[in-house]
């Protein structure tokens, strides 16, 4: 018997794949025709010594590098909870595209008006896992706000705890006036 190539190997694997696959309750069906890439990803890797269920090589999941903000520095973060942000703003009631473009404005704005810390109300959302609270990072990372971000951190209790977070922003550069 003559072994399989590699591209025949995957796209019988993708057919009963995709022969056991149901869409969830409410959820519409996606085409599943086509094999995804069988090359892994830049953000993928395999760990050979994780085993999945069956004990073949279960893939990893990374973050790509530069994926969040750091942390703001610990004395920073000290003077933020004992005073107060210089600017701050409530993304509540707003939708995710309202949210982020409201959220890129204020950032942007800030940092030309020379502010260095802010507070971002996200809300917890209705169990503790909203949107808004969980994409926030996600888009402070992304450009043009990763340009003038140096931190991010959860707010104290008083300030809104999980449902807040302090913005450290980088210092103007001299050509930006």
């Given at each position: 018997?003559?072994?399989?190539?590699?591209?025949?190997?995957?796209?019988?694997?993708?057919?009963?794949?995709?022969?056991?696959?149901?869409?969830?309750?409410?959820?519409?069906?996606?085409?599943?025709e086509t094999p995804?890439?069988?090359?892994?990803?830049?953000?993928?890797?395999?760990?050979?010594?994780?085993?999945?269920?069956?004990?073949?090589?279960?893939?990893?999941?990374?973050?790509?590098?530069?994926?969040?903000?750091?942390?703001?520095?610990?004395?920073?973060?000290?003077?933020?909870?004992?005073?107060?942000?210089?600017?701050?703003?409530?993304?509540?009631?707003?939708?995710?595209?309202?949210?982020?473009?409201?959220?890129?404005?204020?950032?942007l704005r800030a940092?030309?008006?020379?502010?260095?810390?802010?507070?971002?109300?996200?809300?917890?959302?209705?169990?503790?896992?909203?949107?808004?609270?969980?994409?926030?990072?996600e888009w402070l990372?992304?450009?043009?706000?990763?340009?003038?971000?140096?931190?991010?951190?959860?707010?104290?209790?008083?300030?809104?705890?999980?449902?807040?977070?302090?913005?450290?922003?980088?210092?103007?550069?001299?050509?930006?006036?």
């Amino acid at each position: 018997m003559k072994p399989d190539s590699g591209v025949a190997a995957d796209a019988r694997l993708w057919a009963m794949v995709t022969a056991t696959v149901r869409p969830m309750p409410g959820r519409s069906a996606l085409s599943l025709e086509t094999p995804p890439d069988s090359a892994p990803s830049a953000a993928t890797s395999v760990d050979p010594t994780r085993r999945s269920p069956k004990g073949s090589p279960s893939l990893r999941v990374s973050p790509p590098r530069d994926s969040a903000p750091q942390a703001i520095e610990p004395g920073r973060h000290r003077r933020l909870v004992r005073g107060r942000a210089e600017a701050s703003i409530d993304l509540h009631g707003l939708d995710q595209d309202g949210a982020r473009g409201a959220l890129t404005r204020f950032v942007l704005r800030a940092h030309a008006e020379g502010a260095r810390t802010l507070l971002v109300i996200t809300g917890k959302g209705v169990r503790g896992d909203g949107v808004l609270r969980r994409r926030t990072p996600e888009w402070l990372a992304e450009p043009p706000l990763r340009a003038v971000i140096a931190g991010i951190s959860e707010a104290h209790r008083r300030h809104g705890g999980e449902g807040a977070l302090y913005v450290a922003l980088r210092r103007r550069s001299l050509e930006s006036g």
